[in-house]
């Protein structure tokens, strides 16, 4: 096969194509979905959450909303004409809907953290490095993103083979969240008439520091890299009372105070200059401070005891520590602490988890291939480089405040959050393999059954399906709380009278529905971004808010309380992020085949919430699901979570047992 056909970044090529590249076929559009099968899907999505009474009243609005000829069919013409004349109808909807319009702080709230292998330094030598190979690594990578030459991905199921969208790949370096009074702004250097970044920002002792990576047209080799680490590192020491300025915090503020303080930035000249090399750098190398937590053995398996290390990526372990050691803002932000601890944090809305986990597993490979000594051996050192520059700040009493307001607000989101590290070794994905299962279906549903034993009913929950099979295709949500899924938690639970083999088969029911519904999801059937495009054609077209969409049920349809993402990877790395609601759980997945780690949040400060209460009902369900479908009784019981939960209250860590 022509390596021209593996080498396209938004389209394909049939056989007849493969030599002519002039002829090469953009991907599909993402269709607009018929307006009743959405609605009917939209009511069986309902229907397990709501009461009786609620689903009939939300029923009725919805029969009222889809009726021939009504505001329904009305919009669903409109948003047929408005999809013709876009690349993707919903991308910019989407963005707003799920990133640009949010108005809450993106540590925690938003931006996820990783965990890379522990590290072994001898001393801040070996920390700088470490951090230069990283470097390097990442700009080999860069290397393949700048010439749009990424492999295609493509699809391994259903029409294995066919091509998926590229284009998040490309937006990892060249993308920055700029905040706004109403809403951010995703700008893109894509489209800037200035020219590519040639620089890296480093964070070191809360200040910031300008890395030409590319000096009189070539790129700098990892002795330059470390020289050039060093000097800043000296530099950093020498400006111990500017450490204290921490201006980093600005960028954890609520986005709309956010975006009035950088205005006030702004104002000075050379404050405007310092933004614009940050916002404009290819990525941020931040070099942390160890936060003084007991030492993990650098060969131990992921767990709770690296907790530590995830609440450093996800939040800098707050002002005391490194908090202000980053730029919230930019996509990519690179970690690397002088205790070992490595990973990072990444802003959200230019990509998914998979264009960032590709990254870092060329990243780690990079970092032990003998690829990399070879080209050490390689490169050629320059010998006149010039010094790092040291970004410089006038600030105002105005500005000094509102990062003194930031910080208080920071720590106290820090404190508040309790996240879980599980490492389940007992299976991973070859024994729902082994049972016909589909692995994710299968996790899903144990998160159902964990939930349901809590809390003594099912939330809304959101999955992300990759629509990537279409022009800027992003994600749709798998909805796993479904009537099946409750029918079989209640079995599992005791509520609902079953044999071990109705089990089974409520069961299969449940991630056969799981499955068929995450079909249609990535095949661009799905309820959300359906429902989001009629809303937001209403908006366009200036008509009053359909009674549909100021439906309660369909504003908390859309309130997860149970967030959840696979997130795969090849190494022992996992990723993590914070509940996007006050009463809400964060699960991110990571399933290998014989083991799984999960890492599962919540708020501390809520009351009906409680991570490690969460994690150990997940723990005992994955053994009873197994021990079902091998035939085993199971003594499962729905826990009446708010009396167990509120042992939080007087500081008490409840724990199941089943």
């Given at each position: 096969m022509s390596r021209t056909t593996e080498h396209i970044a938004n389209g394909f090529a049939d056989d007849d194509d493969i030599n002519n590249p002039i002829q090469l076929k953009p991907l599909p559009k993402l269709p607009v979905p018929p307006l009743k099968p959405t609605l009917d899907k939209y009511l069986q999505i309902l229907k397990p959450i709501?009461?009786?009474?609620?689903?009939?009243?939300?029923?009725?609005?919805?029969?009222?909303?889809?009726?021939?000829?009504?505001?329904?069919?009305?919009?669903?013409?409109?948003?047929?004409?408005?999809?013709?004349?876009?690349?993707?109808?919903?991308?910019?909807?989407?963005?707003?809907?799920m990133y640009t319009n949010c108005r809450m702080p993106l540590p925690i709230n938003s931006s996820p953290g990783m965990v890379f292998p522990k590290q072994s330094f001898r001393g801040q030598d070996g920390q700088l490095k470490f951090a230069a190979?990283?470097?390097?690594?990442?700009?080999?990578?860069?290397?393949v993103i700048d010439a749009r030459a990424l492999p295609v991905d493509r699809a391994r199921s259903r029409k294995p083979g066919q091509p998926l969208c590229m284009e998040q790949y490309y937006r990892l370096?060249?993308?920055?969240?700029?905040?706004?009074?109403?809403?951010?702004?995703?700008?893109?250097?894509?489209?800037?008439?200035?020219?590519?970044?040639?620089?890296?920002?480093?964070?070191?002792?809360?200040?910031?520091?300008?890395?030409?990576?590319?000096?009189?047209?070539?790129?700098?080799?990892?002795?330059?890299?470390?020289?050039?680490?060093?000097?800043?590192v000296e530099m950093a020491n020498q400006n111990e009372e500017q450490e204290l300025q921490q201006l980093g915090?600005?960028?954890?503020?609520?986005?709309?105070?956010?975006?009035?303080?950088?205005?006030?930035?702004?104002?000075?000249?050379?404050?405007?200059?310092?933004?614009?090399?940050?916002?404009?750098?290819?990525?941020?190398?931040?070099?942390?401070?160890?936060v003084g937590t007991?030492?993990?053995?650098?060969?131990?398996?992921?767990?709770?005891?690296?907790?530590?290390?995830?609440?450093?990526m996800l939040h800098?372990?707050?002002?005391?520590?490194?908090?202000?050691?980053?730029?919230?803002?930019?996509?990519?932000?690179?970690?690397?602490?002088?205790?070992?601890?490595?990973?990072?944090?990444?802003?959200?809305?230019?990509?998914?988890?998979?264009?960032?986990?590709?990254?870092?597993?060329?990243?780690?490979?990079?970092?032990?291939?003998?690829?990399?000594k070879r080209k050490l051996?390689?490169?050629?050192?320059?010998?006149?480089?010039?010094?790092?520059?040291?970004?410089?700040?006038?600030?105002?009493?105005?500005?000094?405040?509102?990062?003194?307001?930031?910080?208080?607000?920071?720590?106290?989101?820090?404190?508040?959050?309790?996240?879980?590290?599980?490492r389940f070794t007992e299976y991973g994905k070859n024994f729902p393999k082994s049972q016909n299962m589909s692995p994710d279906a299968y996790i899903q549903l144990a998160l159902q059954l964990a939930y349901y034993k809590v809390h003594g009913r099912l939330t809304h929950t959101y999955e992300s399906a990759s629509t990537r099979r279409f022009q800027l295709g992003r994600?749709?949500?798998?909805?796993?709380?479904?009537?099946?899924?409750?029918?079989?938690?209640?079995?599992?639970?005791?509520?609902?009278?079953?044999?071990?083999?109705?089990?089974?088969?409520?069961?299969?029911?449940?991630?056969?529905?799981?499955?068929?519904?995450?079909?249609?999801?990535?095949?661009?059937?799905?309820?959300?971004?359906?429902?989001?495009?009629?809303?937001?054609?209403?908006?366009?077209?200036?008509?009053?808010?359909?009674?549909?969409?100021?439906?309660k049920a369909y504003t908390d349809s859309n309130l997860f309380a149970l967030s959840t993402s696979q997130v795969l990877t090849k190494t022992d790395c996992f990723m993590y992020y914070g509940p996007v609601v006050p009463n809400g759980y964060g699960a991110a997945y990571n399933p290998h085949e014989d083991h799984i780690i999960f890492a599962i949040s919540s708020f501390k400060s809520n009351l009906e919430t409680n991570s490690l209460v969460f994690r150990d009902s997940l723990l005992n369900g994955l053994r009873e699901m197994r021990d079902m479908l091998l035939g085993r009784s199971t003594n499962g019981a729905c826990v009446n979570g708010h009396n167990e939960i509120n042992g939080k209250e007087n500081g008490q860590n409840g724990r199941i047992d089943t």
């Open positions: 709501l009461s009786v009474e609620e689903y009939e009243e939300s029923s009725a609005i919805v029969d009222e909303f889809g009726r021939p000829g009504g505001e329904g069919e009305q919009l669903q013409e409109k948003l047929l004409e408005y999809a013709e004349t876009k690349t993707s109808w919903v991308y910019k909807w989407w963005l707003q809907d190979r990283l470097i390097s690594g990442i700009l080999d990578y860069k290397v370096f060249s993308s920055y969240r700029l905040p706004g009074v109403k809403q951010d702004l995703l700008v893109s250097q894509d489209n800037s008439l200035l020219p590519e970044p040639e620089h890296v920002i480093v964070a070191c002792r809360n200040q910031f520091f300008v890395l030409d990576v590319i000096v009189n047209f070539r790129r700098l080799s990892e002795e330059n890299l470390l020289t050039q680490l060093k000097r800043i915090l600005l960028t954890t503020k609520e986005r709309t105070e956010w975006a009035l303080a950088r205005a006030r930035l702004m104002k000075e000249s050379v404050n405007r200059d310092s933004l614009d090399m940050v916002e404009r750098c290819i990525f941020l190398l931040c070099l942390d401070n160890p007991p030492i993990t053995d650098i060969d131990k398996p992921v767990d709770q005891d690296h907790v530590h290390l995830a609440y450093q800098g372990c707050g002002s005391k520590h490194n908090a202000a050691n980053r730029w919230y803002d930019k996509t990519m932000q690179f970690i690397v602490s002088g205790d070992g601890a490595a990973g990072l944090v990444y802003e959200h809305s230019p990509s998914e988890g998979v264009a960032v986990i590709q990254l870092i597993e060329h990243l780690l490979k990079y970092l032990d291939s003998d690829t990399r051996l390689r490169a050629q050192s320059i010998c006149e480089l010039p010094y790092p520059r040291k970004l410089r700040w006038k600030l105002s009493k105005e500005i000094d405040q509102d990062i003194e307001i930031a910080k208080v607000k920071l720590d106290a989101l820090a404190d508040d959050l309790d996240l879980q590290i599980m994600v749709e949500n798998i909805r796993a709380a479904s009537e099946q899924a409750l029918h079989f938690v209640q079995a599992m639970t005791g509520v609902r009278k079953a044999t071990i083999e109705e089990k089974k088969q409520l069961m299969r029911a449940a991630i056969d529905h799981q499955t068929e519904i995450m079909i249609q999801a990535i095949l661009g059937h799905g309820v959300d971004n359906h429902l989001l495009g009629l809303r937001k054609m209403a908006d366009e077209l200036n008509w009053p808010k359909p009674e549909i969409f100021n439906d």
